[in-house]
């Protein structure tokens, strides 16, 4: 197979013209997908939101997005392309996060995470998240608690030099090459962080992206998990 030359992952702004390849990524990525609709409010209406992609080409492979609350950063939602994971996308768009968070005034970031879902989990604590409490029964489809996950403050000294660790391990990472199916060539790591040829592609199960309060419009987010943070 002709590999065709690495290009570097792009992190932008999402824009209206994402939204497609965004909403297949959602259907892929969460039993209970956002409909694009709510992408499309959440870029045109809420103020506070910020929602970026990954991008390799043409080719949207990841998304995520948070809301800025005051001093606060919630991450509403985020995935990477099925095909992509495991190829360090979603530490890209993580860090792309916690850097506009802290440049924009945010104290701490927060999100909530299934248990079960040991892939978001993971890079959650890489990138410094770690387990505030417990939202009983929070998610609709099967009432599974949500983990409430929290970073250090941004702009303490355990975060920064994680991050800048983080940051020099990812760009020392090679370029991802993808094949002419559009597919990246080459094993995705392991969940130890290895790159052993062998197994599978080691992606994450379908799973539910966390939503939060709007100040405005419920209906820009998931009717069902709009709940009040009760820390
Ligand atoms: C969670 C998700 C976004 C991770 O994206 P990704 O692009 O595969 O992540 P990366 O390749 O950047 O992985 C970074 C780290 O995450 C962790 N991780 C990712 N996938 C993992 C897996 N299958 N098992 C264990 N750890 C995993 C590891 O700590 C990894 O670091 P390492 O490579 O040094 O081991 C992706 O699995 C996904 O889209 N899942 C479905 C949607 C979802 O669950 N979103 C989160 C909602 S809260």
Do not use: C
Not at 10 to 27: G, K, N, P, W
Not at 98 to 122: I, M
């Amino acid at each position: 197979m002709v590999a065709r030359p690495p290009v570097a992952v792009v992190i932008e702004r999402m824009t209206v013209d994402d939204l497609d390849a965004v909403h297949s990524i959602e259907q892929d990525a969460f039993s209970t997908p956002w409909p694009s609709h709510a992408y499309r409010q959440e870029l045109e209406s809420n103020r506070m939101a910020h929602y970026i992609v990954a991008r390799w080409g043409d080719e949207i492979v990841g998304f995520a997005g948070m809301w800025l609350l005051v001093d606060e950063a919630h991450v509403t939602t985020f995935a990477t392309r099925g095909t992509w994971r495991r190829r360090g996308i979603g530490e890209r768009l993580l860090l792309a996060m916690l850097d506009l968070a802290r440049v924009r005034g945010a104290r701490e970031a927060t999100l909530e995470v299934r248990p079960s879902n040991t892939a978001a989990r993971r890079l959650y604590e890489k990138y410094g998240f770690r387990n505030a409490g417990v939202r009983s029964r929070y998610y609709s489809d099967n009432h599974e608690d949500a983990l409430i996950m929290t970073t250090e403050p941004l702009d303490g000294r355990e975060m920064r030099v994680r991050l800048i660790t983080l940051r020099e391990a990812l760009a020392r990472r090679p370029e991802i090459e993808v094949g002419p199916d559009g597919r990246p060539i080459g094993q995705p790591r392991e969940p130890d962080g290895s790159n052993r040829e062998g197994s599978g592609a080691g992606a994450a199960g379908s799973t539910a992206a966390s939503s939060i309060p709007g100040p405005g419009d419920p209906s820009i987010i998931r009717p069902s998990r709009v709940t009040r943070k009760t820390l």
